[in-house]
């Protein structure tokens, strides 16, 4: 279950005011017409209560990290404007309607999105206008930020360019722990994988460091947890972390502790 306090809002573009009700009627109608880009938040929501200002979202599973998986994805849309569209989840539209502190200004479909600050907005931004430049490649982007075309790049991919571009004198790099990882994943149902030794003795055994400085220019924490630092007090600093500055022979000797045998060629071999 989840409790939210609404606070007054209005659309910048219809007048009008964002209410409890529309909150509601978003999480409902997002659930009835199964959108697909929010399929994993709907699948959660079991149903949605309305009191004066609180509304409460009772989930069908309990999710502990509810505030980044959950209640940051997903839009406000008004109920008087959605309520009548068929088919929404295929529908084009081509004016947005907003509740945020920027409203929508043009859209040149392929090439760029115009928005210009709401002033009356209970949360003004302190900049008039906002443009995000679809650009395909990323050597194009750092080419721009480099000359000062560009203010920002938002996101950007971890990689050599970025490793590179982050020295120039222009161009700062602000970073945090994310939500996202890069795991390997084994398929319990093969031979050997379905014992735990030998997952265990894998996950020693890969060079998480080497991986991080050659592939991804050690911009990342090595992982151990899947309810990562990012999450707050939902991540659990205790869980074991499986990687000792030894891994390979860490593996080897959990293998054999489990009863599996070396040959004079280093080849393992199972259990007699």
């Given at each position: 279950?989840?409790?939210t306090r609404s606070g007054r809002?209005?659309?910048?573009?219809?007048?009008?005011?964002?209410?409890?009700?529309?909150?509601?009627?978003?999480?409902?109608?997002?659930?009835?017409?199964?959108?697909?880009?929010?399929?994993?938040?709907?699948?959660?929501?079991?149903?949605?209560?309305?009191?004066?200002?609180?509304?409460?979202?009772?989930?069908?599973?309990?999710?502990g990290p509810v505030h980044t998986?959950?209640?940051?994805?997903?839009?406000?849309?008004?109920?008087?404007?959605?309520?009548?569209?068929?088919?929404?989840?295929?529908?084009?539209?081509?004016?947005?309607?907003?509740?945020?502190?920027?409203?929508?200004?043009?859209?040149?479909?392929?090439?760029?999105?115009?928005?210009?600050?709401?002033?009356?907005?209970?949360?003004?931004?302190?900049?008039?206008?906002?443009?995000?430049?679809?650009?395909?490649?990323?050597?194009?982007?750092?080419?721009?930020?480099?000359?000062?075309?560009?203010?920002?790049?938002?996101?950007?991919?971890?990689?050599?360019?970025?490793?590179?571009?982050?020295?120039?004198?222009?161009?700062?790099?602000?970073?945090?722990?994310?939500?996202?990882?890069?795991?390997?994943?084994?398929?319990?149902?093969?031979?050997?994988?379905?014992?735990?030794?030998?997952?265990?003795?894998?996950?020693?055994?890969?060079?998480?460091?080497?991986?991080?400085?050659?592939?991804?220019?050690?911009?990342?924490?090595?992982?151990?947890?899947?309810?990562?630092?990012?999450?707050?007090?939902?991540?659990?600093p205790d869980v074991p972390a499986?990687?000792?500055?030894?891994?390979?022979?860490?593996?080897?000797?959990?293998?054999?502790?489990?009863?599996?045998?070396?040959?004079?060629?280093?080849?393992?071999?199972?259990?007699?």
């Amino acid at each position: 279950m989840c409790d939210t306090r609404s606070g007054r809002a209005t659309s910048g573009t219809t007048g009008e005011d964002v209410t409890p009700a529309d909150v509601k009627f978003t999480l409902e109608y997002i659930k009835e017409n199964q959108i697909p880009l929010y399929s994993t938040q709907w699948e959660l929501i079991d149903s949605v209560e309305v009191d004066s200002q609180d509304v409460t979202v009772n989930f069908n599973s309990n999710l502990g990290p509810v505030h980044t998986t959950f209640s940051n994805q997903i839009p406000i849309v008004p109920q008087h404007i959605w309520q009548d569209r068929e088919d929404p989840a295929n529908m084009s539209n081509p004016e947005p309607v907003g509740s945020g502190p920027l409203q929508y200004d043009y859209w040149d479909q392929g090439s760029e999105l115009g928005l210009v600050s709401y002033d009356d907005h209970f949360n003004p931004v302190n900049f008039d206008r906002r443009i995000w430049r679809i650009i395909p490649e990323a050597s194009t982007v750092w080419s721009l930020l480099n000359e000062g075309e560009l203010n920002y790049l938002p996101f950007s991919r971890i990689g050599r360019q970025l490793s590179q571009n982050q020295q120039n004198d222009q161009i700062s790099v602000q970073s945090m722990a994310g939500d996202g990882w890069w795991h390997i994943s084994q398929n319990t149902r093969m031979d050997g994988l379905g014992d735990k030794a030998v997952r265990q003795a894998i996950v020693n055994a890969v060079p998480k460091q080497a991986v991080n400085d050659q592939l991804l220019y050690g911009f990342a924490e090595q992982g151990y947890n899947l309810i990562g630092e990012s999450f707050g007090s939902y991540s659990n600093p205790d869980v074991p972390a499986y990687q000792p500055e030894n891994g390979v022979e860490a593996a080897r000797s959990v293998l054999e502790d489990a009863g599996y045998v070396f040959d004079e060629d280093g080849m393992v071999h199972f259990p007699g």
